[in-house]
C-alpha cells in the first residue's frame, strides 16, 4: 500500500522507467523494478500534479491542477519551464504524440488543447457535429502507436477519437453497468494492436475495447479485488499497471498481460508498493 499517497497516474518511458504521480505529495516519484521509490521531479510550486509524459528527449511533462500550468523538467529531473499561466482552469491529463507536442486536458475549462514543444498553443480538439460531442470533465488522454488522440470524456462516460489534427472521429461509451458501458472512465491505454484500455473508474474494472471502441472483454472487475481504478498503462514488456484505492488510489499493482486465443491476464497480481 502506498498510504499516504493518491497516485493519479502512472508512466513508462520506452527504457522502462516508471513514473508515479502522486497528487497529496505533490511530487512525481521513480519507482526501481523492486518498488523501491525515491522522488524524482517536484518543484515548489507544483501543487496538486494530476499526470506525466515522456518528450522524445526523455524530458517530463507534469500537469498541476492547483497552479494551473504545465512543468517541464529535463531528462534528470531539473527543472525547465512552465507554461499555460493564464490560459488553463485546471490542467489534468497529458500526452505527447509522436510530432512531440504536448497535449492537455482541462477539466474544469471542459477543453483539450493541443501545444508545440515550446507550450505555445496550437489548436484545441473539437467536435463540431452535435453539442452531446463536447467535452465534459476531460481527464486523461493517451495517443496510440498510430497517432490517435485518447481522451476519457469522464463526465459524459465515454471515450472520444480524434486524428493528430484534432478532428473528431468516434465516441464510444455510455453511463451504465453493462457490457461496453462505463461510469466516469480515468486514464486510457493501448497495446501493440491498437486495442483500447480503459480504467472504468465507478464500475471497479479495467476493460479492453477494440481500436474503434468495439468491446471486448473485462480485464480486470471487483472480483480481482480492483477498487475504483485511476491509472492505466502497459508497458513494453507486456505488463499493465494499474492504480486503485477505494478511496484515493493508494496501491499500484502490475499485472503480466498476455495474449493467446484472445487478450487476458493472468490472474496473480503482486502489489508494487508494500510496506
Known amino acids: 500500500m502506498y498510504e499516504k499517497g493518491n497516485v493519479t497516474d502512472v508512466k513508462i518511458s520506452t527504457d522502462r522507467r516508471t513514473l508515479i504521480t502522486d497528487m497529496i505529495s505533490g511530487a ?4 526501481d523494478k523492486r518498488g523501491k521509490r525515491r522522488v524524482f521531479l517536484e518543484h515548489s510550486e ?24 504545465v ?35 482541462d477539466c474544469l475549462a471542459g477543453e483539450v ?35 490517435i488522440i485518447v481522451v476519457s470524456d469522464t463526465g459524459n462516460h465515454s471515450v472520444k477519437l480524434f486524428n493528430d489534427k484534432g478532428e473528431f472521429l468516434k465516441s464510444f461509451g455510455k453511463f451504465g453497468k453493462e457490457d461496453g458501458f462505463l461510469k466516469s472512465p480515468h486514464a486510457v ?4 494492436a491498437g486495442q483500447l484500455i480503459v480504467a472504468d473508474h465507478y464500475n471497479d474494472r479495467v476493460s479492453l475495447f477494440s481500436s474503434d471502441g468495439e468491446f471486448r ?38 499485472y503480466k498481460f498476455q495474449r493467446k486465443k484472445r487478450t487476458f491476464l493472468e490472474p496473480n497480481f503482486m502489489p508494487l508498493f508494500d510496506e
Open 189 to 192: 491505454c493501448s497495446d501493440s
Open 46 to 69: 507544483m501543487v496538486e500534479p494530476w499526470a506525466s509524459a515522456f518528450l522524445s528527449d526523455g524530458s517530463i511533462v507534469v500537469t498541476s491542477r492547483k497552479a494551473r500550468v
Open 28 to 31: 512525481v516519484i521513480e519507482c
Open 217 to 254: 472483454c473485462h480485464l480486470l472487475t471487483s472480483e480481482d479485488g480492483l477498487l475504483h481504478p485511476q491509472g492505466v498503462i502497459l508497458s513494453t514488456d507486456g505488463k499493465m499497471f494499474v492504480t486503485h484505492g477505494q478511496m484515493k488510489a493508494n496501491e499500484v499493482i502490475v
Open 113 to 147: 488543447s493541443v501545444h508545440d514543444r515550446s507550450g505555445t498553443w496550437l489548436f484545441n480538439l473539437r467536435s463540431t457535429v452535435s453539442p452531446a460531442q463536447q467535452f465534459s470533465n476531460p481527464q486523461y488522454i493517451h495517443v496510440t502507436d498510430k497517432n
Open 71 to 105: 512543468y517541464i523538467f529535463g531528462p534528470n529531473g531539473e527543472f525547465q519551464q512552465t507554461f499555460g499561466k493564464n490560459f488553463f482552469q485546471r490542467p489534468c491529463g497529458v500526452a505527447v504524440d509522436k510530432l512531440d507536442r504536448i497535449i492537455v486536458s
